[in-house]
């Protein structure tokens, strides 16, 4: 496997991670879907977003929004599931 891939693959399995984690605590805080969704993209995406902006680069995520659609695909997957566990 080429180093790339691996880093893309890596950047991918961050952005699920960090997504996963927002959405967690965005039902905690008995959130609905809007804010569960931009508390995803925030978590998932801010760090990169807020790097880009201090050293002075358009952020990546403008550029290649792949990240984005990953974090709200993983959003509303989680919210679903998480829906579904708390009806039981």
Sequence with gaps: M???IFL???NYVGTVA???SGVLKGVKHKLDIFGITLLAVI???GGGILRDI???QIPDVL???EGLYIAI???GIMWLFTKKIRKK
Aim: proline share 5%.
């Design 73 to 75: 695909i993983t959003s």
């Design 63 to 65: 550029i290649n929004p």
């Design 2 to 4: 080429r180093f790339e």
């Design 18 to 20: 960090f997504a996963a």
């Design 8 to 10: 893309i693959i890596c």
């Design 54 to 56: 201090l050293i002075a």
């Design 43 to 45: 978590t998932a995406l």
